[in-house]
């Protein structure tokens, strides 16, 4: 099955060496890069494309990890609070629900209108 998987990759490889050499060959023309700021002369196509995909790329991984890092911050906020809200729980389960004997009354006792005692 290795055999099968290193064939696969040099098949690849190999094909995207033929079909960048292929590009290259079809685009070896000439053209005049006239941008706002400067002015490049006789650039090659193939390298105008090469460059302007590199870019996108560039740009792209750039937009992606800033949308990355909002929202890691946002997880790490959620994350706070949900451990601000666990120990807010767990400290609320650690209350006594009743107040203790000779305080004067029953601090968690629900009030239903019955009178109790006597």
């Known amino acids: 099955m290795r055999w099968v998987r290193r064939l696969l990759i040099v098949a690849f490889v190999a094909g ?3 079909g960048t050499h292929l590009f290259v060959d079809d685009n070896k023309q000439t053209v005049d890069l006239d941008l706002v700021a400067f002015r490049v002369e006789a650039v090659e196509v193939w390298l105008l494309l090469l460059g302007s995909f590199a870019a996108g790329v560039v ?3 750039g937009i992606g990890l800033f949308r990355g890092a909002r929202l890691r911050l946002l997880v790490r ?3 706070k ?3 601000e809200l666990s120990a807010e729980v767990h400290e609320l389960r650690n209350l006594p629900l009743s107040g203790h004997p000779g305080d004067g009354g029953e601090a968690g006792a629900p009030d239903d209108g019955l009178e109790r005692g006597g």
């Open 81 to 83: 609070t949900a451990r």
């Open 77 to 79: 906020r959620y994350r």
């Open 59 to 61: 740009l792209a991984g």
């Open 16 to 18: 995207l060496v033929v």
